[in-house]
C-alpha cells in the first residue's frame, strides 16, 4: 500500500523545522518542543490499488473494480485500478500476497462448507497460495472452523452459521454475487450445453451428437491452459478448469450428489481414528499405458501433503486442495485395488470431500519432487518441481488425454480409449455422463475477446465460448442462427478479496466500514445487467445459508452508506469517524 | 471467417488500392520507365527493404517472448494513463456519429496497412532512392523503440480499463479483425500507437518530399489524422498513447533528416568497413 504524506504541509514543516532548529539550537526549551513535533509521524492518507483482470479476460472484474473505486472515493479512500493478465494476477495476490485489494471470480465452487477452513484458517495465513490469500487471522473462527469439520446435522449447520456471520461482520472478503455464466452454443452439431461447464467441464461428457460431428471446437479468452497444464498451480486453473478432462478423481460430484468415477465404492471401516476403504476400479489406465493402481492414490496424498516427500528438511504442501488434503493422516495401499485412508478428526461427511481431489501418477511425479531452482514465485521458502512444472505433456487418467499445444493459441485434446467409461459396461457414474464424450477431439481455442469469440460460434467456427461472455453479446447471440443461449448460474462468486496483512486493510472495523461503501444490487444491475444473483455468503443458494443471511433488496444484510446507488459522503465520513478514523481539509481519509 | 480468410480479405483490398494509387500517383510516364527497368529498380529496393524486414523480424522474436518479458520486468502504467487524461477517448468516441465508426474501423485496419506499404512500392518504382532508403529507416526506428516500450511499459487500452465508457467498436463492427490484431499484437501493447506513429511517418516524409510524390501528400495527410482519430475513436488507444506515437514519428523523421546523423552513420560505416 502506498502512503502519500498529507499534502505537502509536513514536508515544508519539517524543512522549515530543520531550518529554525539550526538557527536556534542554542534555546534549549525550544528544542525539546521541536523534538516532540519532530517525533510525532506525520499523517498519511488511506490509498488503495485494486488489482483485477482486464477486459478481454473478465467481462465483470474491471467494471466492478472501477465501481468500487468510486464508492470509495466518495468516502475519501484513494482507489487506483491495476488491470493484470490471469496468471501474473493470480501469482502475485494468491502467492505472494502482494496486493490490497483483489477483485475476481473465486476458482471453484463451495461444494461444502469446508472450503472455509483452507480459506480462513489462520495456520494458513503465513503461507503463499489459494490458502488463506486474505491473511485473515482470528482464534475464534478457527475454532468454529475446526468443530464444523467434527460436527453433523443440525449442530454442524449452526456453526456454519455462525462461520457465516461472523464472516460478514470481520469481512476478510466480500462476496458480491453469483454471475449467471452467458454462453454462444451451437446446436447443429452437439446439444444438451446447458452446465456442460459448471461446475466442471467433466459434464461436456452429457453432450450428445447431433451430426457426424468428431471435433468439440471451444473458444476462451483465457490463455493459461495453453501454457500450463498442472493441476497443483492455483495460479494457472480457473473455475471449470480443463484438468478436471486429464485426470480422474477417485470420485466425481454431480447435481449434488457424490458418485464413485476412479473408486468403485468406498466403505467406512473405522471410526477412531475415521478410515475409509476404497476399491478401485480394475484396469485403470494411465495415459501412457501404465497401470493405475491403489499405490498412486496413496502416493497423490503423500504429494500433497508434501511435494518434496520429506526429501527437503521444510515440508512443501500444494496451493490447491490444501484444505482437503489436510483432513489425511495416512492413505495406505493395500493391495493393488484397495486403499485405506486414515482421517484425522473429522466427521465422515466432511472426509469424504477428499475423494474429489485428482489421482496422480506415481512414476511420473515422482521425480518432481527436487527444490525447484528456477521459479517466478517468490515464497521466501524452498519449493519443488512438482510446483512450478507445466506438466505438458500431462499424463493423466481421465476421459480425454493431451495431444498437442500451440503457446497461447490452442489445446487439443483427444477421447482416451481405455477410459473406464469406454472399456466398462456397468460403471455407475451418472447415466448422462455414462457414454464417455460424445466426440472424438476437444480442441480449446484462445481468442482475445469475448465478442469475436460469439462471432466465431456465430460464423460456425466454434461451437461454444467456453468461458463466459459479456452482457452486451447476449442479444446478438439470441439473433444468431444455430446458435443457442445458454444460461447457467455460476457456483464460482464474485468477490473483493482484502489484504489483511496491510494497514488499514488489518482492522475489522475498517473493513466492515468499507463493507458498508458496497451496494450489491447496483453492481448487479449497473456491471453484470442483471446476469449474477446478488449474495453476501459463498453458501448462498445452499441449504447452508441461514435464511437472515439471504440478499434480498428489502435486507441487503449490511446496510449501504446511500442510497440509489451512490455513497453519501457524508454518512460514510461519519462512519469511519465512528470507527475512529479520521479526515484531513481535503476530506481524505487518513491512515492513524 | 478464419484467420487466413481475413488476411486475404485484407492482401486482395490492399492490392486493388496500391494499383489505383499508383497509377495516379507515380503517373504512367515513370511507371513505363520503372517497368523498362525493373529489375534495377530492385535491386536498388533490396538493401533498404532487406533492412527493415530484418528489423521486422527481430522486432517479431522480442514480441513472442515479449510480453511474458514484460509482465517481468515492466511497469504497468495503465492507472498513471488514466489518472492523466480521464476520459477524453471516451468524450472522442461520443463525439463521433455511429455510421462514422464504420468508416474509421476500415481506415484502421486497410488505410494504415495501405499508407504503409504505399510510399515504399512508389519510391521503388519512382526509382527514388533516398525516400525509400528514409521511410525503412524512419519504419524501423519506430518498430524499434515501439516495441522496446512494449517491453518497459505494460498498458491495457481505454476498451480493457472502462468498458463502462468504452467501446470496442471495431470488434463490434468489424469483429473479424480481431483475428487479425490478435494475431499481431498482445492487448497490453499499446503505448505507444504504432498505428499513430507510423502513419504520421509517412505523412511528415510526404511533407517534406513534396516535390517527389505532389498528388500523395494530400492523401497520405489525410489517412494519416483519420488512423490517428481512429485508435481512439475504436477504442483502442489512449490519447497519451497516440501523443506519444506522434512525438516517436517526429523524432524518426528528424533522425533520417538529420545531415548529422546521416555523417555520424557514414563515419561507422567507414569504420566498419576498414575493421572488415
Known sequence: ?592 | MGVVAVFVEVIAVLSLMLSVSLSVVVGPDRLRAAATDLPERLRMAVKPIGFLVGVLLLNSLVRNIGVEISWIIGTNITEFIYSLEGAVVATIQSLVPGWLTLYFGYVYVYGYAFLLVFPLVAAMLAAERRYLRHTAFAYAINYTVGMSCYLLFIAYGPRNYMPTLVEPLLFDMLPRFQLLTSQVNASTNVFPSLHTSLSVTVALLAIRDHETFPKWTPVAVFLAVSIVLSTMILGIHWATDVVAGAVLAAVSVWVVSSDRVASLVGRFQSLYGRWR
Open chain 1, 1 to 592: 500500500m502506498q502512503s502519500r504524506p498529507d499534502g505537502d504541509v509536513g514536508v515544508t514543516r519539517r524543512s522549515a523545522l530543520a531550518a529554525l532548529s539550526g538557527g536556534l539550537a542554542a534555546t534549549s526549551g525550544c528544542l525539546s518542543r521541536i523534538r516532540a513535533l519532530v517525533g510525532r509521524n506525520e499523517p498519511t492518507t488511506v490509498s488503495v490499488s485494486i488489482k483485477t483482470l482486464p477486459v478481454d479476460q473478465d467481462p465483470y472484474a474491471i467494471a466492478i473494480a472501477r465501481q468500487l473505486s468510486a464508492w470509495f472515493e466518495a468516502a475519501g479512500i484513494r482507489a487506483s485500478i491495476q488491470p493484470i493478465t490471469a496468471e501474473v494476477l493470480y501469482r502475485q495476490t494468491l502467492v505472494n500476497h502482494e496486493f490490497d485489494v483483489f477483485v475476481g471470480q473465486f476458482p471453484g465452487t463451495f461444494n461444502d462448507p469446508d472450503a472455509f477452513y483452507s480459506l480462513l484458517h489462520s495456520t494458513y495465513s503465513v503461507e503463499s497460495g489459494t490458502q488463506n490469500p486474505f491473511g485473515y487471522t482470528n482464534l475464534l473462527m478457527d475454532n468454529l472452523l475446526e468443530r464444523q469439520r467434527r460436527e453433523t446435522g443440525s449442530q454442524r449447520a449452526e456453526t456454519v452459521s455462525r462461520i457465516q456471520r461472523r464472516l460478514i461482520q470481520v469481512c476478510p472478503f466480500l462476496v458480491l454475487g453469483f454471475p449467471n455464466v452467458i454462453r454462444a452454443a451451437r446446436t447443429d452439431r452437439f446439444s444438451g450445453w446447458n452446465g456442460a461447464f459448471d461446475p466442471s467441464p467433466l459434464n461436456l461428457l452429457g453432450l450428445d451428437r447431433t451430426a457426424s460431428a468428431t471435433r468439440l471446437r471451444a473458444t476462451t479468452p483465457d490463455d493459461r491452459p495453453m501454457a500450463n497444464l498442472n493441476p497443483l498451480m492455483s495460479s494457472y486453473r480457473g473455475p471449470s478448469d480443463i484438468t478436471d478432462l486429464l485426470y480422474d478423481a477417485l470420485a466425481y460430484r454431480y447435481r449434488d450428489t457424490l458418485y464413485p468415477w476412479a473408486a468403485t465404492n468406498w466403505e467406512w471401516t473405522g471410526d477412531d481414528p475415521l478410515e475409509l476403504e476404497v476399491t478401485l476400479r480394475d484396469s485403470l489406465t494411465w495415459h501412457d499405458g501404465q497401470q493405475l493402481t491403489a499405490s498412486d492414490v496413496s502416493f497423490t496424498h503423500r504429494l500433497l501433503r508434501d511435494t518434496s516427500l520429506a526429501s527437503l528438511s521444510e515440508t512443501v504442501p500444494t496451493f490447491r486442495f490444501r484444505g482437503r488434503s489436510s483432513l489425511v493422516e495416512r492413505a495406505t495401499a493395500v493391495d493393488d485395488t484397495t486403499v485405506r485412508i486414515q482421517f484425522t478428526d473429522c466427521s465422515r461427511q466432511t472426509a469424504r470431500q477428499l475423494l474429489t481431489v485428482p489421482v496422480l501418477p506415481e512414476h511420473i511425479w515422482t521425480d518432481r519432487t527436487d527444490r525447484a531452482t528456477v521459479s517466478g514465485v517468490d515464497v521466501g521458502v524452498t519449493t519443488t518441481d512438482a510446483l512450478v512444472d507445466a506438466n505438458i505433456p500431462p499424463v493423466g487418467s481421465g476421459p480425454l488425454e493431451f495431444v498437442s499445444v500451440s503457446q497461447g493459441q490452442t489445446l487439443v485434446l483427444e477421447r482416451f480409449d481405455d477410459h473406464f467409461l469406454e472399456t466398462s459396461e456397468e460403471t455407475g457414474v451418472p447415466s448422462e455422463l455414462a457414454d464417455g464424450p460424445a466426440f472424438e477431439e476437444l480442441e480449446l481455442e484462445f481468442v482475445g475477446s469475448d465478442s469475436s469469440a460469439v462471432n466465431l460460434v456465430a460464423d460456425g467456427e466454434a461451437d461454444v465460448t467456453a468461458l463466459g461472455v459479456g452482457p452486451t453479446l447476449a442479444s446478438r447471440i439470441g439473433r444468431a442462427d444455430g446458435v443457442s443461449l445458454n444460461i447457467d448460474r455460476s457456483g464460482a462468486f464474485y468477490f473483493a478479496g482484502f489484504n489483511t496483512r496491510r494497514p488499514p486493510l488489518t482492522n475489522p472495523r475498517f473493513r466492515n466500514t468499507v463493507a458498508r461503501l458496497v451496494d450489491r444490487g447496483t453492481l448487479v444491475e449497473s456491471v453484470f445487467d442483471g446476469y449474477a444473483d446478488p449474495a453476501v455468503s459463498p453458501l448462498a443458494g445452499t441449504a447452508w445459508l441461514p435464511p437472515d443471511l439471504d440478499w434480498d433488496p428489502s435486507n441487503p444484510v449490511t446496510e449501504f452508506l446511500g442510497t440509489d446507488g451512490a455513497v453519501d459522503s457524508d454518512r460514510a465520513h461519519e462512519a469511519f469517524r465512528a470507527a475512529g478514523y479520521r479526515y484531513n481539509e481535503q476530506g481524505r481519509l487518513l491512515q492513524s
